[in-house]
């Protein structure tokens, strides 16, 4: 099996920022994405040329944080901030959405470094007209797109992924080293498998600020935990990032 483990959310605060490094350092996080619109997005960038081995993509943004456009009307509220996962798949325009995600890619490539793939925050890229956008800009940019379920249609054949997503390495109960063991088990004879992660250490931003906080710690735990590290070792998991994904679309490719 060759593994991907991807920390979403580089570039939301400081210490998630700190926390992805140090899973990369000490333990098995392989790649993560970026958010561009993100107060503490170029402390991440520092940081990732400081460890260029980390695959670096972009983790495109309609649901946290401000808009790098000035006209995007259908994507904010009356104060300027994202609208909601729910707003967004009611009154989004696909111009909008168009506009914002190409301001965010021209971001990432003017801060010095190539992204590797991407995927979207809240997985808003399960929605087709935003999976569309997200689509055309694989294909321009020639890189591999996180694979959501609903998408298998022929026309996006040519995109690249990986042969398995899992996003149940998530919430306090299911991120304990046993959990993560039990994920590779399943899937010890996948070709490549991406599992979404979400590891950091804890500030004031994303206490105050995200849903999701303290179980960032326990998942870096794990991921940085000795008996996981061993498993893989033994099962001869090879660690990897995006470069070297070069595979379409298959119908069994998200669990």
């Known amino acids: 099996m ?18 992805i490094i140090k899973g990369f350092k000490n333990g098995i996080v392989t790649s993560t ?21 980390l695959g670096v993509g972009i983790h495109l943004v309609l649901t946290a944080g401000r808009p790098l456009s000035k006209n995007v009307k259908t994507l904010v509220d009356n104060e300027g901030n994202f609208l909601k996962y729910d ?54 940019y020639n890189i591999p797109v996180r694979h959501i379920k609903a998408i298998r249609e022929e026309k996006y054949e040519s995109i690249k992924t990986t042969t398995k997503f899992v996003d149940s390495f998530y919430n306090i109960s299911m991120i304990e080293p046993k959990m993560l063991i039990n994920i590779l088990e399943d899937n010890i ?19 105050s600020s995200s849903s999701y906080a303290y179980p960032r710690v326990k998942e870096l735990e794990t991921l940085t935990n000795k008996e996981v590290i061993q498993f893989i070792n033994e099962k001869n998991i090879e660690l990897i990032n995006f470069r070297g994904i070069q595979l379409k679309f298959k119908n069994d490719s998200y669990i």
């Open 87 to 140: 707003n967004i798949v009611e009154s989004a325009c696909i111009e909008d959405i168009r506009r914002e995600f190409r301001k965010q890619f021209e971001k990432f490539l003017s801060l010095g470094i190539v992204p590797t793939h991407i995927d979207t925050h809240h997985h808003v890229h399960s929605i087709e007209s935003v999976f569309e956008v997200v689509a055309e800009l694989a294909k321009e």
């Open 2 to 19: 060759r593994l991907i483990m991807n920390a979403d959310d580089f570039g939301i605060s400081k210490a998630i920022n700190l926390g």
């Open 189 to 207: 004879n996948v070709d490549s498998l991406e599992i979404m992660c979400h590891p950091g250490c804890l500030d004031s931003k994303i206490i």
């Open 33 to 53: 994405t970026l958010m561009c619109n993100m107060e503490t997005t170029e402390h991440a960038v520092n940081l990732a040329k400081e460890n260029p081995k």
